[in-house]
T-cell receptor, first 112, second 111 residues
Framework: TQLLEQSPQFLSIQEGENLTVYCNSS?????LQWYRQEPGEGPVLLVT?????EVKKLKRLTFQFGDARKDSSLHITAAQPGDTGLYLC????????????FGGGTRLMVKP | DAGITQSPRHKVTETGTPVTLRCHQT?????MYWYRQDPGHGLRLIHY???????DKGEVSDGYSVSRSKTEDFLLTLESATSSQTSVYFCAISSPSIRYTFGSGTRLTVV
């Protein structure tokens, strides 16, 4: 069974601070995705990284896929209250059902 | 416009009653999934479908059944609801490039 562990589980910071969320596994994934979920809604895809060492930027969010394709990080610069939400990483291993393995999530609160 | 809709959004039911949740997509995607989300457990796969009448079990399938008679509809049935099935249920569809789109969820309470 492939597992993805996210850390930290909870994070409460002030507006303007920087933060990093980690997603780790002992398994190799063919791609890694990050989702953001707001209360009362389903997760929404932010980014997909597919190449070991790949870095993608989405405004103030920087996503990195580890060289060995076993881990990933999400870094937010100058966090805003609008960044508040649940961040989920999910790994794909080219299985027949297009199934994703989800991490447990990091709940982020950014206080004004 | 959303591409995927779930119904109902909220439901309260009594222990022992059958419950069916519906997921409808307009994207004509082959793959559809049912997840449950609980505090401390993240998203756990219940069942998935890879085509009409083609379904398979996920990680937490006990007590649940599914049916897919049309590409656009994927139904999740709790044959006899229990309190442990109180949860938020999400349906998802996957594009060929494994980009998931989730529904807005169904909050189910079994009393």
């Amino acid at each position: 069974t492939q597992l993805l562990e996210q850390s930290p589980q909870f994070l409460s910071i002030q507006e303007g601070e920087n933060l990093t969320v980690y997603c780790n596994s002992s398994s190799v994934f063919s791609s890694l995705q990050w989702y953001r979920q707001e209360p009362g809604e389903g997760p929404v895809l932010l980014v997909t990284v597919v190449t070991g060492g790949e870095v993608k930027k989405l405004k103030r969010l920087t996503f990195q896929f580890g060289d060995a394709r076993k881990d990933s990080s999400l870094h937010i610069t100058a966090a805003q209250p609008g960044d508040t939400g649940l961040y989920l990483c999910a790994g794909s291993s080219n299985n027949a059902g297009n199934m994703l393995t989800f991490g447990g999530g990091t709940r982020l609160m950014v206080k004004p | 416009d959303a591409g995927i809709t779930q119904s109902p959004r909220h439901k309260v039911t009594e222990t022992g009653t059958p419950v069916t949740l519906r997921c409808h997509q307009t994207e004509n995607h082959r793959y559809m999934y049912w997840y449950r989300q609980d505090p401390g457990h993240g998203l756990r796969l219940i069942h998935y479908s890879y085509g009409v009448k083609d379904t398979d079990k996920g990680e937490v399938s006990d007590g649940y059944s599914v049916s897919r008679s049309k590409t656009e509809d994927f139904l999740l049935t709790l044959e006899s609801a229990t309190s442990s099935q109180t949860s938020v249920y999400f349906c998802a569809i996957s594009s060929p490039s494994i980009r998931y789109t989730f529904g807005s969820g169904t909050r189910l309470t079994v009393v």
